[in-house]
């Protein structure tokens, strides 16, 4: 089964900031890599599908990328409302693995 | 506009069992594969199982296998799951999703297994 390998899992910078988070699949995953964003007490949130598309609402400074194996979010100028636990999923195929998670706060 | 609506959790004694349903409205749902997903007090967030838009496969994290099953009824928009021998680290906010191109949750519904 294919493994999501997550990191930072934490992460302090200041607003402003450019931001960003890793996740590494254990086997080829082609793009199907989803990010969620979930704020504390609240249910998680789509930000970025297919490794690179932004979900419709989701504010311009959140993107995506991929390399081979490799998918990354990131934040290109850090908000305050940006504060919130991060994850990523595989969704090609069962199981639809979540990354660890990355806890993003304000410095 | 789309809404999950998850229903059944409360406290259940280990070894037990529990029901949990999804209602979903405002869009097609024989039309999606359906999803739960859950997540431990603190914790990350822990696919569980998954079922097809017919309801004919069906698939299960290996932390549920044999325990858990997942089931839908297109007639009556609702997803099920079926969580039988219940242990302590069964403990956990239970989500329904809909998935396309990454997932859509419903609010959770919460299941507490302990003596």
């Known amino acids: 089964d294919s493994q999501m390998t997550q990191s930072p899992s934490s992460l302090s910078a200041s607003v402003g900031d450019r931001v960003t988070i890793t996740c590494r699949a254990s086997?080829?995953?082609?793009?199907?890599v989803a990010w969620y964003q979930q704020k504390p007490g609240k249910v998680p949130k789509l930000l970025i599908y297919?490794?690179?598309t932004l979900q419709s609402g989701v504010p311009s400074r959140f993107g995506g990328s991929r390399s081979g194996t490799e998918f990354t979010l990131t934040i290109s100028s850090l908000q305050p409302e940006d504060v919130a636990t991060y994850y990523c999923?595989?969704?090609?195929?069962?199981?639809?693995?979540f990354g660890q998670g990355t806890k993003l706060e304000i410095k | 506009e789309m809404s999950l609506v998850e229903s059944g959790g409360g406290l259940v004694q280990p070894g037990g069992s529990l029901r949990l349903s999804c209602a979903a409205s405002?869009?097609?749902?024989?039309?999606?594969?359906m999803h739960w997903v859950r997540q431990a007090p603190g914790k990350g967030l822990e696919w569980v199982s998954r079922?097809?838009?017919?309801?004919?496969?069906?698939t299960y994290a290996d932390s549920v296998k044999g325990r858990f099953t997942i089931s839908r009824d297109n007639g009556k928009n609702t997803v099920y799951l079926q969580m039988n021998s219940l242990r302590a680290e069964d403990t956990a906010v239970y989500y329904c999703?809909?998935?396309?191109?990454?997932?859509?949750w419903g609010q959770g519904t919460l299941v507490t297994v302990s003596s």
């Open positions: 999703a809909r998935a396309l191109s990454g997932f859509d």
């Open positions: 405002g869009f097609t749902f024989s039309d999606y594969w």
């Open positions: 079922v097809n838009d017919d309801g004919s496969s069906t």
């Open positions: 086997q080829d995953i082609n793009k199907y």
């Open positions: 297919a490794a690179s």
């Open positions: 999923q595989k969704y090609n195929s069962s199981p639809y693995t």
